[in-house]
Nanobody, 126 residues
Framework: QVQLVESGGGLVQAGGSLRLSCAAS????????MGWFRQAPGKEREFVAT????????YYADSVKGRFTISRDNAKNTGYLQMNSLKTEDTAVYYC???????????????????WGQGTQVTVSS
């Protein structure tokens, strides 16, 4: 089992930056692809970004491409989401997730992920 805990959320003004962290339990974090998702009030959970097991491949939703950067440090069992040039529409609860560890590819949507964190609130003010 994998336990994930997000941190780093908070209140920031539009145009500002925030860095989210995702701490994973155990010492086998490198087995899993990792993704970030977000959910705003009244909306469906949406894909934000994903990164392969060793960090060699990344993929971003069009809405965040060029502004957000996903990364991971497997030695620290931690994933990150650096968010720059934040917009009010980025306001949401952000979740990190990992897949089952058995995929031959890096999942790009929620059905491809198995373990989820509790979420951290990001609020962007104008």
């Amino acid at each position: 089992q994998v336990q994930l805990v997000e941190s780093g959320g908070g209140l920031v003004q539009a145009g500002g930056s925030l860095r989210l962290s995702c701490a994973a339990s155990g010492r086998t974090f490198s087995r899993y692809a990792m993704g970030w998702f977000r959910q705003a009030p009244g909306k469906e959970r949406e894909f934000v970004a994903t990164i392969s097991r060793t960090g060699g491949w990344t993929y971003y939703a069009d809405s965040v491409k060029g502004r957000f950067t996903i990364s991971r440090d497997n030695a620290k069992n931690t994933g990150y989401l650096q968010m720059n040039s934040l917009k009010t529409e980025d306001t949401a609860v952000y979740y990190c997730a990992t897949d089952s560890g058995g995929n031959a590819f890096t999942p790009r949507s929620a059905p491809g992920y198995e373990y989820w964190g509790q979420g951290t609130q990001v609020t962007v003010s104008s």
